[in-house]
């Protein structure tokens, strides 16, 4: 018997399993079969992953006696595109896969994303598991059903709901993962704490080493996350009301993505949310709703793990405040106009906040840019 | 007071009305506000129908108080591919609509489908409206939310379902198409008295003229047509059972379409469901399901309203017996390797028949090959 954790996501008929811990790919044939029986698979990767895991999945896959196919993809943000999308889908329908077969993301979230989209769109859906090998993807993008690619107007702008049926976190494969991207991930983890459980958060700051050298305090902080991010799905499948809180930190992050051109070299999306939290924090001390104390210490955790925090962290030159507003502005969060931010009362009080005045905002990004 | 017929598509939450009657596009602007209150809209039709009705649409949205931007396209089969799809996709984030806005399908099935999938895919699900231009659009292809686009690998092989929240049948833009492609519709008219309404299908062989010519009948036709689909689509929204009863003629039909290569000038969709229609009763009399006399009175139905009927009535040379097999197992309604057919036990008593032999299929084929 193997102890995997086992957090359930509660969607009525699309209810399914998220299994945490070590060596989950190598058994993800047994996994998968027991749930889809007969199923045949096509594996989507990306050229880092598929290097280092994609033999161990195949085997794992054939040992439960399920047929694969594979298509690898170059790495990166720049692969969620149109053209890619196009790729995964011909890649599919040239398996000759049917709508009961499956689509398997193996990789990080621009993987899961990619491919979670060409599920739901071939033959009007089809099958779909994940297997998140980055942190991120592990406590975030994996969970949940959202699924798209960018357009040139901005990020994640097309896709669709697409629900697993079920998500395989690896816990071992972490550990060929850049400790950047690590670090990157762990700023969704810290999120969860920061949205609603201070004491996640308070926990964090005391065993984040842990998390980040393995062992069962990186178990913990992973299924603690998908807990946290399977409650909100469960309440809004389809981001109407609450789901909205787990754009914490996003709304500034995106814009930073876009204004670096989402360039991974200068800025990765968990370091944008990393820098989006302090400043979504800042911004609520400003706005006289948190304590700067608050401030400081979510920007003094984030520090500490060796995340960015600060718009001053990120390489190169940025565009002006007027600049950024405009990325803000051409964000998915925009409602009829008015801009919508998630703010905080303080740790773990993070709430949705329509109608802030573009004003501040930008008076805020002129304070706080480093140019 | 206008009176447009209405027909009640019965999806719970996702419920919506058909209206049919003349005059609708100029009444769009009222329809849509008062279900979509302070929407603005992109319209995405074809060169043939933007041409002729473009204006009055526009002017009648205008009236309603609703803003428009339109993209026009190439008319025909050809454009339901990738790269439409994402002009059209570029086109509504350009347009910087939101997802409360609403994207409206002016046009045929393949404005339909191709628009519907944009709509079910930008900001993950934009509100969508069906303006159905053609007759096939109107009795079919607008009701039901199936969208999507072909693929190398066969036709509507991509796509979601998105089901509009409005469809408005306007009987008079239907006076602008062209004879041959209002008989490709009647095809599908005639399939849903062929499917399970023996009386309807006995009444359009008394009053088919009066279909053609207009008036009321065309719009009883069109109304028995939208309320059989939606029963259809009510009982099984997500095609995984008697909704594959709307495929009568279709195996047939879409292998034809592959056959030609989709080329609209030998054969239009229609026109291979009325072949496909015609051989599917043949094929059910060849093995003694149904009396030869109810394929020969669908064929003689076929051949009075001047649609194409065999094999033969399609210009230009066909693939052999054996290429047209092939076409019928690459499409999508092959399951787990065995071919499903929708065949019938005589005139409005059609059934789905799974594992029906190869063997059988290619015998039939030959037999009734023109080559
Ligand atoms: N769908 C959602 O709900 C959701 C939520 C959050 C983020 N996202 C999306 O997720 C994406 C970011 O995810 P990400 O950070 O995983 O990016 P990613 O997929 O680009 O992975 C980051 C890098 O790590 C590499 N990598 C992944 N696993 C590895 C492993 N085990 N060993 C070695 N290298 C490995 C990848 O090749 C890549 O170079 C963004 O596109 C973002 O929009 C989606
Ligand atoms: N989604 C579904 O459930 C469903 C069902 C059936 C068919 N379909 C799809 O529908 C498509 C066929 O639809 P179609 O036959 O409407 O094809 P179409 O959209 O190509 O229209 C046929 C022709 O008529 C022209 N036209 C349309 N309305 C006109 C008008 N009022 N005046 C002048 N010209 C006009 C068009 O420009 C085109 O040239 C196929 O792609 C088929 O796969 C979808
Ligand atoms: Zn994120
Ligand atoms: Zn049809």
Same mark, same amino acid.
């Given at each position: 018997?193997?102890?995997?954790?086992?957090?359930?996501?509660?969607?009525?008929?699309?209810?399914?399993?998220?299994?945490?811990? #070590?060596?989950?790919?190598?058994?993800?044939?047994?996994?998968?079969?027991?749930?889809?029986?007969?199923?045949?698979?096509?594996?989507?990767?990306?050229?880092?992953? !598929?290097?280092?895991?994609?033999?161990?999945?195949?085997?794992?896959?054939?040992?439960?006696?399920?047929?694969?196919?594979?298509?690898?993809?170059?790495?990166?943000?720049?692969?969620?595109?149109?053209? =890619?999308?196009?790729?995964?889908?011909?890649?599919?329908?040239?398996?000759?896969?049917?709508?009961?077969?499956?689509?398997?993301?193996?990789?990080?979230? %621009?993987?899961?994303?990619? &491919?979670?989209?060409?599920?739901?769109?071939?033959?009007?859906?089809?099958?779909?598991?994940?297997?998140?090998? &980055?942190?991120?993807?592990?406590?975030?993008?994996?969970?949940?059903?959202?699924?798209?690619?960018?357009?040139?107007?901005?990020?994640?702008? %097309? !896709?669709?709901?697409?629900?697993?049926?079920?998500?395989?976190?690896?816990?071992?494969?972490?550990?060929?993962?850049?400790?950047?991207?690590?670090?990157?991930?762990?700023?969704?983890?810290?999120?969860?704490?920061?949205?609603?459980?201070?004491?996640?958060?308070?926990?964090?700051?005391?065993?984040?080493?842990? %998390?980040?050298?393995?062992?069962? =305090?990186?178990?913990?902080?992973?299924?603690?996350?998908?807990?946290?991010?399977?409650?909100?799905?469960?309440?809004?499948?389809?981001?109407?009301?609450?789901?909205?809180?787990?754009?914490?930190?996003?709304?500034?992050?995106?814009?930073?993505?876009?204004? %670096?051109?989402?360039?991974?070299?200068?800025?990765?999306?968990?370091?944008?949310?990393?820098?989006?939290?302090?400043?979504?924090?800042?911004?609520?001390?400003?706005?006289?709703?948190?304590?700067?104390?608050?401030?400081?210490?979510?920007?003094?955790?984030?520090?500490?793990?060796?995340?960015?925090?600060?718009?001053?962290?990120?390489?190169?030159?940025?565009?002006?405040?007027?600049?950024?507003?405009?990325?803000?502005?051409?964000?998915?969060?925009? &409602?009829? !106009?008015?801009?919508?931010?998630?703010?905080?009362?303080?740790?773990?009080?993070?709430?949705?906040?329509?109608?802030? #005045?573009?004003?501040?905002?930008?008076?805020?990004?002129?304070?706080?840019?480093?140019?």
């Amino acid at each position: 018997m193997n102890e995997d954790v086992k957090v359930e996501v509660g969607l009525g008929e699309r209810a399914y399993d998220i299994l945490i811990g #070590p060596g989950l790919v190598g058994r993800a044939g047994a996994e998968i079969g027991r749930r889809l029986p007969g199923v045949r698979a096509a594996i989507v990767t990306d050229e880092n992953v !598929g290097k280092q895991h994609l033999e161990v999945l195949k085997q794992g896959l054939e040992a439960g006696g399920i047929a694969s196919s594979s298509i690898v993809l170059p790495a990166g943000e720049k692969t969620k595109n149109f053209a =890619a999308l196009q790729e995964v889908v011909d890649a599919v329908l040239a398996a000759r896969l049917e709508r009961g077969d499956v689509v398997i993301a193996f990789g990080g979230g %621009v993987i899961g994303d990619l &491919s979670g989209f060409a599920a739901g769109i071939v033959r009007r859906g089809m099958n779909f598991v994940q297997i998140p090998t &980055s942190l991120l993807a592990q406590v975030d993008s994996s969970v949940g059903g959202k699924t798209g690619i960018n357009s040139a107007r901005g990020k994640n702008l %097309v !896709g669709v709901f697409h629900q697993p049926k079920l998500v395989l976190a690896d816990t071992a494969v972490l550990d060929t993962l850049p400790v950047r991207e690590f670090r990157a991930g762990y700023a969704e983890v810290a999120k969860y704490g920061l949205i609603d459980r201070p004491e996640f958060f308070a926990w964090l700051e005391k065993n984040w080493r842990e %998390v980040f050298s393995g062992g069962p =305090a990186r178990i913990e902080a992973i299924a603690q996350s998908c807990r946290a991010k399977a409650d909100v799905v469960a309440r809004d499948e389809f981001e109407t009301g609450d789901r909205a809180l787990l754009n914490l930190g996003h709304t500034f992050g995106h814009a930073l993505e876009a204004a %670096v051109a989402y360039d991974g070299a200068r800025l990765v999306h968990g370091e944008g949310v990393a820098i989006g939290m302090a400043l979504a924090h800042r911004f609520s001390a400003r706005l006289n709703l948190a304590s700067p104390d608050d401030a400081a210490r979510v920007e003094a955790h984030l520090k500490a793990v060796g995340l960015p925090w600060r718009m001053a962290d990120i390489p190169g030159d940025l565009p002006d405040a007027e600049a950024l507003l405009s990325f803000i502005a051409q964000d998915k969060k925009v &409602s009829r !106009g008015a801009l919508t931010f998630i703010l905080t009362r303080g740790i773990g009080q993070s709430f949705i906040a329509r109608d802030v #005045p573009t004003s501040e905002v930008l008076a805020f990004l002129k304070e706080n840019h480093p140019g």
